[in-house]
């Protein structure tokens, strides 16, 4: 397993703290008191995107801006089909996944920019990695020729890579999302001694000798009534996508996500210390007040956000 630069963090709620009122600060002139509709909200199981979905969720509350409407990639066909007001702000979910890694992503995020030129656009702090960058610098026009985009990155590679692509005024940093959600959790005053030994699974993970066959991912804490209830929201995502029809699912889907999130609280809070190469793995730790280990994934995403943000 590939080693970050920076092998380990301990807890600062005082520096969180100061992270989630930069979020405030940020996105206030851009949405205190708008209209909203949430784009490519994540109807899938990676714990990691619900965290920055509660997080984004958070900061529109607190910031009073109402989200009329909520789209993920699996109906956002209704989205195109609907008359959007051109004051409401679309707000695309953040994360890690700008780039030619999840192309489902990417060209939901390049369609939104294509077909309302008007309307205020956010992206919200993102990760960006390409495979074959030149590709995208070569086609990157559609962002750069939009009057009113703005795009959100979380660590200083992020912002080398999009400065080539974006003008000065599209382009700002801010922390992931997730940040908003440091006094979500009371800090235990005493910590149990062991560690969890968290490697993720997936196309980001680094393969290799050091992969740990039996260790947690998120994956792990699902059962299979978990399983089922998340293949029936696809099913109604497609109903809604199919018939043009609004069946609830995007409430509906906090509600389950957020259980999700809070078995992944208490299966923590068994653990005083995580050894992880996903970077949620590391940010849910310390949000719980926790000693992390660090490895990373395939593009070092780990390391950059920690030493933009955290060190």
Not at 88 to 110: C, K, M, P, T
Not at 146 to 168: G, I
Not at 200 to 219: H, P, Q, T
């Amino acid at each position: 397993m590939e080693s970050t630069g920076i092998n380990s963090m301990q807890p600062n709620r005082a520096r969180w703290r100061e992270l989630k009122e930069q979020l405030l600060l940020t996105f206030s002139p851009k949405l205190r008191g708008k209209k909203v509709v949430y784009l490519d909200y994540p109807l899938h199981l990676n714990l990691g995107d619900l965290l920055i979905y509660k997080g984004t969720l958070t900061l529109l509350e607190e910031l009073g801006a109402q989200v009329e409407m909520s789209f993920s990639t699996s109906n956002a066909d209704r989205f195109f089909r609907t008359r959007i007001p051109e004051d409401w702000v679309l707000l695309l979910h953040g994360g890690g996944n700008f780039g030619d890694i999840y192309s489902i992503h990417q060209a939901l995020r390049e369609k939104v920019i294509k077909h309302f030129p008007n309307n205020p656009i956010l992206i919200m702090p993102q990760s960006v990695h390409f495979n074959e960058p030149e590709t995208f610098l070569q086609n990157c026009s559609l962002y750069r020729e939009h009057k009113n985009l703005k795009m959100y990155v979380r660590d200083q590679e992020s912002f080398n890579f999009m400065s080539q692509a974006l003008t000065p005024e599209q382009l700002l940093m801010a922390p992931d999302m997730a940040t908003m959600l440091i006094d979500e959790w009371t800090w235990p005053q005493q910590m149990p001694e062991r560690t969890l030994m968290f490697r993720r699974k997936d196309c980001e993970s680094v393969s290799g000798a050091d992969a740990v066959e039996d260790a947690f991912d998120w994956n792990s804490l699902y059962t299979s009534m978990d399983m089922k209830k998340f293949r029936l929201f696809n099913r109604v995502s497609g109903l809604e996508r199919k018939h043009d029809i609004n069946l609830f699912t995007s409430p509906l889907w906090v509600r389950f996500s957020n259980a999700l999130i809070n078995r992944a609280v208490n299966f923590y809070q068994n653990y005083g210390q995580v050894d992880t190469d996903r970077l949620h793995g590391a940010i849910l730790a310390l949000l719980l007040g926790k000693s992390v280990l660090l490895s990373d994934n395939c593009y070092n995403k780990i390391d950059r956000y920690m030493r933009c943000w955290l060190v």
